[in-house]
């Protein structure tokens, strides 16, 4: 089945250490996106990507980045975790112009921060 | 700013007695609204797309509506394998396809 897949599902990392999330898709998606969804909270976007184009929300803190190398895979780099950013991640993907507006989600990857 | 306000934050049901989840949403032009269910640890499972209202769509137990300002969904005769939390999300005109979602409904639904 076409899907999008997230690794690893549980990631735990210490304070202020470099992390890397990875989002891989089989639906050949132009368009993927990354949410924050802390417990009992609205998933939050923080960036997405059209094809090889970035779009940051504003509020999304510098240490958040991403990069997508190809169609197929996006990674969610995180600079210097703090507590604060312990959080489930989740990577979705859309295909814009085919009519179909829906954002397809993987599993997720929750994030814990020591 | 688009804003969906999503109520009650959580519902307890008894298996067959039905209910109604509220979505009420403001947004600048509206492209799309959409239904999800999320069960714990896991990522947001598509339900359904209302583009205008007045607009119905169903799928077994759920019946999703819409009107200008708020969203319904409704359960009829839920079972406990429907406990999971519903988000509902708008889709603005204009620009990408991003979503800007409630904080959701937990269902909790006792044999």
């Known amino acids: 089945d076409a899907m999008v897949i997230q690794n690893p599902r549980y990631q735990v990392t210490q304070f202020g250490k470099p992390v890397t999330l990875s989002c891989s898709q089989t639906?050949?998606?132009?368009?993927m996106y990354w949410y924050q969804q802390k417990s009992s909270q609205a998933p939050k976007l923080l960036f997405h990507?059209?094809?090889?184009?970035?779009?940051n929300e504003a509020d999304t803190p510098d240490n958040f980045q991403s990069r997508r190398p190809n169609t197929s895979f996006c990674f969610l780099d995180i600079r210097s975790p703090g507590l604060g950013d312990a959080a489930m991640y989740l990577c979705?993907?859309?295909?814009?112009?085919?009519?179909?507006?829906?954002?397809?989600f993987g599993s997720g990857t929750q994030l814990s921060v020591l | 700013e688009d804003q969906v306000t999503q109520s009650p934050e959580a519902l307890r049901l008894q298996e067959g007695e039905s209910s109604s989840l509220n979505c009420s949403y403001t947004?600048?032009?509206?492209?799309?609204l959409f239904w999800y269910r999320q069960d714990p640890g896991k990522g947001p499972e598509f339900l359904f797309t209302?583009?205008?209202a007045g607009e119905e769509k169903e799928k077994e137990r759920l019946k999703a509506t819409l009107t200008k300002k708020e969203s319904f969904l409704h359960i009829t005769a839920p079972k406990p394998e429907d406990s999971a939390t519903y988000l509902c999300?708008?889709?603005?005109?204009?620009?990408?396809?991003?979503?800007?979602f409630g904080k959701g409904t937990k269902l909790t639904v006792n044999p």
């Open positions: 990507y059209y094809d090889k184009d970035f779009n």
């Open positions: 209302l583009y205008s």
């Open positions: 979705a993907t859309s295909s814009r112009g085919a009519g179909d507006e829906k954002l397809f």
């Open positions: 639906l050949n998606h132009n368009v």
């Open positions: 999300a708008v889709q603005a005109k204009g620009g990408s396809e991003k979503l800007v």
């Open positions: 947004v600048s032009g509206l492209r799309g």
